[in-house]
């Protein structure tokens, strides 16, 4: 998870700082010692509520705050300068879903221009 709710101490939205760097140095190191690429399973690219809310109908500013379309695009590009061949994204369903259910296609729309632009554009 990169943004998540801190219900314990803080209570509020923390992301953690680690730079896309740090992935590409696993990611090599991994390479040299095992022969085999890595890969990132299920980065996030979902929101993450607060106590006493479901994804499913938290309000879209509540969601936005830790994910929104913006975030997204910045959350594909922190996933391409890792330099990883494979990535999976967690969200895709609740991108769909925010498209169809709450007319939200903000999000849908981001991932499709920014997975197009890497596509053509990585490495």
Same mark, same amino acid.
Request: proline share 5%; hydrophobic share 35%.
């Given at each position: 998870?990169? #943004? *998540?709710?801190?219900? %314990?101490? %803080?209570? #509020?939205?923390?992301?953690?700082?680690?730079?896309?760097?740090?992935?590409?140095?696993?990611?090599?190191?991994?390479? &040299?010692? %095992?022969?085999?690429?890595? !890969? &990132?399973?299920?980065?996030? $690219?979902?929101?993450? %509520?607060?106590?006493? +809310?479901?994804?499913?109908?938290?309000? *879209?500013?509540?969601? +936005? =705050?830790? !994910? @929104?379309?913006?975030?997204?695009?910045?959350? &594909?590009? +922190?996933?391409?300068? /890792?330099?990883?061949? /494979?990535?999976?994204?967690?969200?895709?369903?609740?991108? +769909?879903? !925010?498209? *169809?259910? #709450? @007319?939200?296609?903000?999000?849908?729309?981001? $991932?499709?221009?920014?997975?197009?632009?890497?596509?053509?554009? =990585? @490495?």
């Amino acid at each position: 998870y990169k #943004r *998540v709710w801190d219900r %314990t101490f %803080t209570k #509020r939205y923390f992301e953690y700082p680690i730079p896309a760097w740090f992935y590409s140095s696993l990611a090599g190191g991994g390479k &040299i010692f %095992t022969g085999k690429d890595l !890969m &990132i399973h299920e980065l996030q $690219a979902e929101a993450w %509520t607060p106590d006493g +809310y479901e994804i499913k109908d938290a309000p *879209v500013e509540e969601l +936005y =705050k830790s !994910m @929104n379309p913006s975030r997204l695009k910045n959350r &594909i590009k +922190y996933a391409a300068d /890792t330099g990883m061949r /494979t990535v999976d994204l967690w969200g895709a369903e609740w991108w +769909y879903q !925010m498209k *169809v259910n #709450r @007319n939200e296609p903000g999000l849908w729309d981001t $991932a499709k221009q920014e997975l197009a632009y890497w596509k053509i554009h =990585k @490495n």
